[in-house]
């Protein structure tokens, strides 16, 4: 039972993953494109491009925001190292990471909340085409909420870990 629910979960991650990854492509594809036209357009101008801020700010917080969170399904994001758990005992060390996570779920929770009340609370529409700036906000809660599920399954895995030391190979830990 535990391990079909573990082998579940890590098809999940690789689901999510490989979604989230080929958002940030697409995102940072139209960048591209539309980075490239706007310096062709300034030699050849073959049109207005008076709504290139508008998109280009929300495609740039939408890869920033949706990559943070493949990084933290893909547990990729960047640290000072974990050069403290060689010398702990392996409880300790599973106790020292799940402090760690648990840091970590506070930030992500507060950071969840204040950009669903944004999100949710803006009135505010776009310049060039008029749409609400919900849709600029919405890569925000989207996220932070991705990673709230993520920091607490990395908590209850490391709480397993901490009972079950003997279990952390199989847990990925």
């Known amino acids: 039972m535990k391990n079909s629910l573990l082998q579940i979960l890590a098809r999940v991650d690789r689901v999510l993953l490989s979604?989230?990854?080929?958002?940030?492509?697409?995102?940072?594809?139209?960048?591209?494109?539309?980075?490239?036209?706007?310096?062709v357009v300034r030699f050849i101008p073959f049109m207005s491009m008076h709504w290139?801020?508008?998109?280009?700010?929300?495609?740039y917080g939408a890869l920033i925001f949706y990559g943070a969170a493949a990084v933290w399904v893909g547990r990729g994001h960047f640290s000072v190292g974990?050069?403290?758990?060689?010398?702990?005992?392996?409880?300790?060390r599973f106790a020292y990471r799940f402090l760690v996570e648990l840091a970590s779920l506070v930030f992500i929770a507060i950071f969840f909340k204040y950009s669903l009340d944004l999100t949710a609370q803006t009135t505010?529409?776009?310049?060039?085409?008029?749409?609400?700036?919900?849709?600029?906000?919405?890569?925000?809660?989207?996220?932070g909420g991705i990673m709230l599920i993520y920091s607490i399954k990395n908590m209850y895995l490391e709480m397993v870990a901490i009972l079950h030391p003997e279990a952390a190979k199989d847990l990925g830990l």
Do not use: G, H, Q
């Open 52 to 59: 290139f801020d508008e998109i280009l700010e929300m495609l």
């Open 124 to 143: 505010e529409a776009t310049t060039a085409f008029a749409m609400s700036k919900a849709w600029l906000y919405a890569c925000m809660p989207i996220s």
């Open 19 to 39: 979604l989230l990854e080929v958002v940030c492509i697409t995102l940072f594809a139209a960048i591209t494109v539309i980075l490239t036209l706007n310096i």
């Open 82 to 92: 974990d050069w403290l758990s060689r010398w702990l005992p392996l409880r300790v």
